[in-house]
């Protein structure tokens, strides 16, 4: 049974940083995709980051660009999103999500498996 599980959420203020981690089991292999999606209240779930190709590329949306990171351990089959520079906007529940094919900005539809979130909370 696949599950992933995030952690590292909390409150920061603008300026901080936070580390999200995405712990992935169930997998025989690691899995293709392993992004990072957001949502805020009454808001889509936007994709944030994607790394894909088994970790060999990464995909970043403009508005984190230069400020996120996403980062995996295959051997753990651990997924990371180090924040840096937060700010207001980013704050939501951020979703770790697994996928066996994807390319670029990460889209709900091409992950099949979901964690259960993780709240990220900027203060001006």
């Known amino acids: 049974q696949v599950q992933l599980v995030e952690s590292g959420g909390g409150s920061v203020q603008a300026g901080g940083s936070l580390r999200l981690s995405c712990a992935a089991s169930?997998?025989?292999?690691?899995?293709?995709?392993m992004g990072w999606f957001r949502q805020a209240p009454g808001q889509e779930r936007e994709g944030v980051a994607n790394s894909y190709g088994g970790g060999d590329f990464a995909y970043y949306v403009d508005s984190v660009k230069g400020r996120f990171t996403i980062s995996r351990d295959n051997a753990k089959n651990t997924v990371y999103l180090q924040m840096n520079n937060l700010k207001p906007e980013d704050t939501g529940m951020y979703y770790c999500a697994a996928g066996r094919s994807c390319r670029g900005r990460p889209t709900k539809g091409d992950f099949g498996s979901w964690g259960q979130g993780t709240q990220v909370t900027v203060s001006s």
């Open positions: 169930g997998y025989t292999y690691p899995p293709n995709c």
